[in-house]
Structures are given as structure tokens and as C-alpha cells.
């Protein structure tokens, strides 16, 4: 592993990785055009056909819905984005106006150095041989004076640069480390609760949200962060959907929604336990589901520790069969596992899960979650009946407002909890949408093998 002072860190090293995209993390376009037009001098106009123009598939790196967009480039000038023609959305105009960005007079081409105060706006173009000299004297100075961790890669959201911030981070792993951020930026709450509760990151239901009789969406706006796909919430609606919108915001998707419900920021975990309450105590829940699909049946001991038949193997999970009156591997085939503490013998000393959620929610009367949300309690008593019996019913959180808010995972861990609760899990028009991101997709290789010897250094959250 070589650290600092053995890499020659001279200007055609920054250079080489400048081309890899590696210094300057913000210098890239997230248009993938950039065809210098503004020293030319204006084409004559002429009457062209489709065919003159030469068209490049590409897409929009915008954090939204990744659109397929096509590119019409007449004489080396980019003239026209539009959603390609096979691609199941109609951009909207934020993609559509790249050929505004690229061209744009404001946009930054050159490398500015700030000359005033943080905040006066004042800065110099400078030439890239400048601003390589400048970066390579700062990180030498920071190493020098801080060490690694002195340096911050502060990366962007999701799929923006989902390739450039691992050249980021491989650029100063090579240099021995550096303090990184935990996590993305933009989806850490719905990351932390749906790994240990599903075990995966990806519930993407955007492609049947028409197929839904209830859509709750949940501190997220997707009239405006799903702009081109929010025909299908208009779909769902016209074939008899109830859109709620629950934000402290009158939103954009507020002024399409049947009913909006206000809330107070932060509290939305504790309308969650009430709606969850409400499920258990008018038995809104899916047995059937619950028993087939979910963990709501594993037996827990009084310390809330779940009881499995080896110790060792994690996966070996315990339920109380039914049938048989007795403990079995939750995998066991033809067995009925107990879901409530009725199915339990009288004097077990263990429990099952869905008792202790039961439990967890009962705190949470309509008196309490009125008090905490100042959503009136008729209202949360309505909601919790109406999102538990119009099936298929979705969540809509799409990496919502909890993201990084304090205790932010148990609104999320809340909303999985209320679908998996009513079967709404798998079914098209159901779950808890989080339009996800590239990397749930498809599997992205690190750009460079990982250096073997990078120093441990704790990420913030
Ligand atoms: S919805 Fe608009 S901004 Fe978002 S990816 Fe599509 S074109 Fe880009």
C-alpha cells in the first residue's frame, strides 16, 4: 500500500484522474453533453429533417425517475431532449431542459477560486494547472497537519454519482483513507429498517401504482419528486383510488389528493403505533399472511430473545405449531404456527412476535397519538380502518422527509410494519414504494480494485 509521500501526486498523476473523474467531484455536468457551443457562431436557419439529425440514447441523472431520454445533435450542437420513444414515461422538463444547461452562459467550465469571504459570491477563473497545484498542496497540508481523517469525501445522493463517488473514494483510499459520510444521503432511515425487516433494499412499486385502491403517501410529494410518473396516481385515482397525503405541507400532491392530513414534523412514528394499535385491537390484520410470509410467528423468550432450535444457526427459527401442540422449525412442512397468544399454550413462558408488536403499539391510544401528532383522533381512527380494508393499499415513502431526522428508521420500519401487517407486502397496488435508485437495480463494480491497506477511519453519520 503506498500512502502520500510515496505517490507522486504531481499534476499529470491529478490530471490522469481527473480524466477518470476523480478530482472535482462537482466539475462533471450530470448532462451527459457537453458539446461546447457558445464560441460558435449561430447555424443559419434551415428547415431540417429527423434524419439530418445524429440521435444518442442517454438518460437523465437526476435523483427522480432516471429517464431513457434521446438526443438530437445537428453539427455538433445538441438541439433537442426527449423521452426515447420505448421508455414508459414522459420526462419532464427539467430533463428536457439540458440542451438549456449545456449551453448555458453561467455554466461553470473553468476551475473559480474564491478571492472574498465565504458567502460574497467573489471568485477568479483559474486554469486547471492552478487549481491541480491547489488541490495537491491542500491534501498534502491536511494529511500533514490532521492526518487522513482530516479529509472529508462528502459525496452526493443516490444515483447522481453512483460511479463518480466510488472514484471519490477510491482516489483517497489510495492515498490511505479519508472520513467518509455513513451512508447516502438520501435514503438512510429507509435503508435501516427495511434490511433487518425484509432483507433487502429494493420496493420499487411505481410500475403498479394505477393497481392500487388506497395510496398513502407519506411525507413525500411525489406530484413534484415523481413529476413524470404522477400520471399513474392520477390513474389509480380515476379508477376509484383514494390518494391521502399525510405532510405537515400542503403540497403539491396535497392539492390532487382526496384528503390531506397535516401533522405535526417528527411524529409520524407515533401515528404509525396508533394506526398499528387500531389494526390489532379490530383484528384488521392478515392472518393468513402473516402466518405464511412474515416473522410475526417466531417465538420469543421473556427477555425478547427469539428461540431457535440450534443456537448456531441463525436461520432455525422456532414456532409453535397448532396442529401438532408443539414447537417446531418455523420451515417445517404442514405445520399452522401460532400468530396470537390465544394459540399459546397457558403456561408457555414464551411469546410470539406479533405479541410484542402488539404490546409495543397498545401505549398508543387515539387520546396519545392526538396529543402527540394533533392529527384528531376520528381522523386516526378513520385512516387505520381505511388504509387495513381497501385493498391493495400502498405506502408511498419514496426515501420521504425522515430520511436523516432523528429516530427517522421508525417511520420507515412503521410503514413496513403496517403493510406486512395487513398482507399488503408483494401484491401489485400494494407494499411501501420507495422509488429505490440505480444500485437496487443493477449491480455497480467498483471502478478500481480497493487498495489493501486503508486506514480504519469512523465514517460520520
Ligand atoms: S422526471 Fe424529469 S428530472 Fe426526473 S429523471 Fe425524468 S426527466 Fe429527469
Redesign the pocket.
Known amino acids: 500500500m503506498k500512502n502520500i509521500s510515496d505517490i507522486r501526486l504531481n499534476r499529470r498523476t491529478l490530471l490522469k484522474l481527473k480524466g477518470l473523474g476523480v478530482i472535482g467531484l462537482a466539475s462533471i455536468s450530470p448532462c451527459a453533453f457537453s458539446l461546447a457551443s457558445e464560441d460558435k457562431k449561430p447555424l443559419p436557419r434551415v428547415r431540417l429533417k429527423l434524419s439530418d439529425y445524429q440521435t444518442f440514447r442517454s438518460?437523465?441523472?437526476?435523483?427522480?425517475?432516471?429517464?431513457n431520454?434521446t438526443a438530437y445533435v445537428y453539427q455538433g450542437e445538441l438541439k433537442k431532449i426527449e423521452?426515447s420513444k420505448d421508455f414508459n414515461?414522459k420526462?419532464?422538463?427539467?430533463?428536457?431542459s439540458r440542451t438549456k444547461w449545456v449551453y448555458h452562459k453561467q455554466r461553470v467550465k473553468t476551475p473559480l477560486l474564491r478571492v472574498g469571504e465565504k458567502g460574497e459570491g467573489k471568485f477568479k477563473p483559474i486554469s486547471w494547472d492552478e487549481a491541480l497545484d491547489l488541490i495537491e498542496k491542500n491534501i498534502r497540508d491536511t494529511i500533514a497537519t490532521h492526518g487522513n481523517k482530516g479529509m472529508l469525501i462528502s459525496t452526493h445522493a443516490g444515483n447522481m454519482d453512483s460511479i463518480k463517488n466510488d472514484m471519490g473514494k477510491a482516489f483517497f483510499d489510495y492515498l490511505g483513507g479519508s472520513t467518509k459520510q455513513a451512508g447516502s444521503l438520501c435514503c438512510s432511515a429507509v435503508t435501516a429498517a427495511m434490511m433487518p425487516m425484509v432483507g433487502l433494499r429494493y420496493a420499487d412499486m411505481r410500475d403498479t401504482i394505477a393497481d392500487s385502491r388506497y395510496i398513502l403517501c407519506w411525507g413525500n410529494n411525489p406530484a413534484v419528486t415523481?413529476?413524470?410518473?404522477f400520471k399513474e396516481y392520477i390513474k389509480a385515482q380515476a379508477n376509484g383510488a383514494r390518494l391521502v397525503v399525510i405532510d405537515p405541507r400542503f403540497n403539491e400532491t396535497a392539492a390532487k389528493a382526496d384528503e390531506w392530513i397535516p401533522i405535526i414534523p417528527g411524529t409520524d412514528t407515533a401515528l404509525a403505533l396508533g394506526m398499528i394499535k387500531i389494526i390489532m385491537d379490530e383484528q384488521l390484520y392478515d392472518v393468513d399472511f402473516l402466518r405464511q410470509h412474515t416473522g410475526a410467528v417466531y417465538l420469543v423468550d421473556a427477555r425478547k430473545k427469539q428461540l431457535r432450535e440450534k443456537p448456531d444457526d441463525a436461520e432455525s427459527y422456532l414456532v409453535y405449531d397448532t396442529l401438532t401442540k408443539s414447537m417446531v422449525r418455523h420451515d417445517a412442512p404442514g405445520i399452522v404456527p401460532a400468530l396470537t397468544k390465544a394459540e399459546l399454550p397457558a403456561d408457555a413462558e414464551y411469546t410470539t412476535v406479533f405479541e410484542l408488536i402488539r404490546t409495543e403499539s397498545q401505549q398508543w391510544n387515539l387520546a396519545k397519538v392526538e396529543a402527540e401528532t394533533d392529527v384528531p383522533a376520528a381522523t386516526v381512527l378513520r385512516l387505520a380502518r381505511e388504509y387495513a380494508s381497501n385493498k391493495p393499499s400502498m405506502i408511498v415513502q419514496n426515501m420521504s422527509g425522515a430520511q436523516r431526522t432523528e429516530f427517522g428508521t421508525y417511520v420507515a420500519a412503521g410503514q413496513f410494519y403496517l403493510a406486512l401487517l395487513t398482507g399488503n407486502m408483494g401484491k401489485a397496488g400494494g407494499g411501501v414504494c420507495d422509488a429505490g435508485g440505480v444500485r437496487q437495480m443493477m449491480k455497480i463494480n467498483a471502478p478500481l480494485p480497493a487498495p489493501k491497506d486503508v486506514q480504519k477511519i469512523p465514517p460520520i453519520p
Open positions: 438518460t437523465c441523472a437526476m435523483e427522480c425517475l432516471h429517464c431520454l423521452a414515461v420526462c419532464c422538463l427539467r430533463g428536457m415523481m413529476q413524470a410518473y
